[in-house]
């Protein structure tokens, strides 16, 4: 652009200065908000735990939410999300009839705003959440289990639902499906779908319980 005037030239180059000095600004401010997010609400859940198995939260949408509770409503056993986040998945099981249903949450600030969801709900006496490592907790009384995780941990918790679950326990996975074990039902599309696993424990799980067995779910 050209300017006969110098003074309207410097004008216009103070003020491209200015966007540039804005832009500068906006970058490091949204940059130490994403710090401070980080340092402050998930760094402390993620503290003990190897970097390739931290899933950050993302919580279920509502359709996600019913999704779940399609696969797995009516079942008999405790019902367990594992990384339960703000406990929305734990909440609706319960409210659906799973008892007991547990939530197991590494943040401690998300287990705090799932107790006091339960609260606001009239259910702080009826479902539980932990501040527990979900790779640290036993899983041999779990028949329903419900996970939101990232693809990259998933081959790992084949592994310890394998080698931990009673037989007769299903395994609800949302977002992505397990790696190599086959659904006994999908629901769902796109990054709403859940899919459902009927688990084939190990060597090491524990006997069916009497309750289960007439009731395949
Ligand atoms: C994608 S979010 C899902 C949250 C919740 N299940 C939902 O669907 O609304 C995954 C959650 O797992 C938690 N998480 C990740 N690693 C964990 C671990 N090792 N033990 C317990 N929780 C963990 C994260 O803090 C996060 O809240």
Same mark, same amino acid.
Not at 29 to 37: E, F, K, N, Q
Not at 104 to 126: F, I, M
Not at 171 to 192: C, H, I, K, N, Y
């Given at each position: 652009?050209?300017?006969?005037?110098?003074?309207?030239?410097?004008? $216009? +180059?103070?003020?491209?200065?200015? @966007?540039?000095?804005? *832009?500068?600004?906006?970058? !490091? %401010?949204?940059?130490?908000? &994403?710090?401070?997010?980080?340092?402050?609400?998930?760094?402390?859940?993620?503290?003990?735990?190897?970097?390739?198995?931290?899933?950050?939260?993302?919580?279920?949408?509502?359709?996600?939410?019913?999704?779940?509770?399609?696969?797995?409503?009516g079942r008999p056993g405790k019902m367990?999300?594992?990384?339960?986040?703000?406990?929305?998945?734990?909440?609706?099981?319960?409210?659906?009839g799973l008892r007991?249903?547990?939530?197991? $949450? +590494?943040?401690?600030?998300?287990? @705090?705003?799932?107790? *006091?969801?339960?609260?606001? !709900? %009239?259910?702080?006496?009826? &479902?539980?959440?932990?501040?527990?490592?979900?790779?640290?907790?036993?899983?041999?009384?779990?028949y329903n289990?419900?996970?939101?995780?990232?693809?990259?941990?998933?081959?790992?918790?084949?592994?310890?639902?394998?080698?931990?679950?009673?037989?007769g326990?299903?395994?609800?996975?949302?977002?992505?499906?397990?790696?190599?074990?086959?659904?006994?039902?999908?629901?769902?599309?796109?990054?709403?779908?859940?899919?459902?696993?009927?688990?084939?424990?190990?060597?090491?799980?524990?006997?069916?319980p009497?309750t289960l067995?007439s009731q395949?779910g």
């Open positions: 652009m050209e300017h006969d005037d110098p003074g309207e030239a410097l004008a $216009e +180059l103070r003020e491209r200065r200015l @966007g540039a000095l804005e *832009l500068l600004q906006a970058a !490091a %401010g949204s940059g130490l908000a &994403v710090y401070a997010v980080w340092a402050l609400l998930l760094q402390p859940g993620f503290r003990r735990v190897p970097l390739r198995l931290q899933v950050p939260y993302i919580g279920a949408n509502a359709r996600q939410v019913e999704h779940v509770l399609s696969l797995l409503r367990v999300d594992l990384g339960s986040g703000d406990g929305r998945i734990v909440l609706a099981a319960h409210q659906c007991p249903a547990v939530g197991y $949450e +590494l943040n401690p600030w998300l287990v @705090g705003l799932a107790r *006091l969801h339960a609260w606001r !709900a %009239g259910y702080a006496r009826s &479902v539980c959440y932990y501040r527990e490592d979900l790779w640290k907790v036993s899983l041999k009384d779990c289990v419900s996970v939101f995780l990232a693809p990259s941990v998933l081959p790992l918790l084949e592994d310890k639902l394998r080698a931990e679950l009673p037989s326990a299903r395994v609800v996975s949302g977002r992505f499906p397990l790696p190599t074990w086959q659904p006994v039902a999908v629901v769902g599309e796109g990054l709403d779908r859940v899919w459902a696993y009927d688990a084939t424990p190990g060597p090491s799980s524990t006997t069916v009497r067995v395949p």
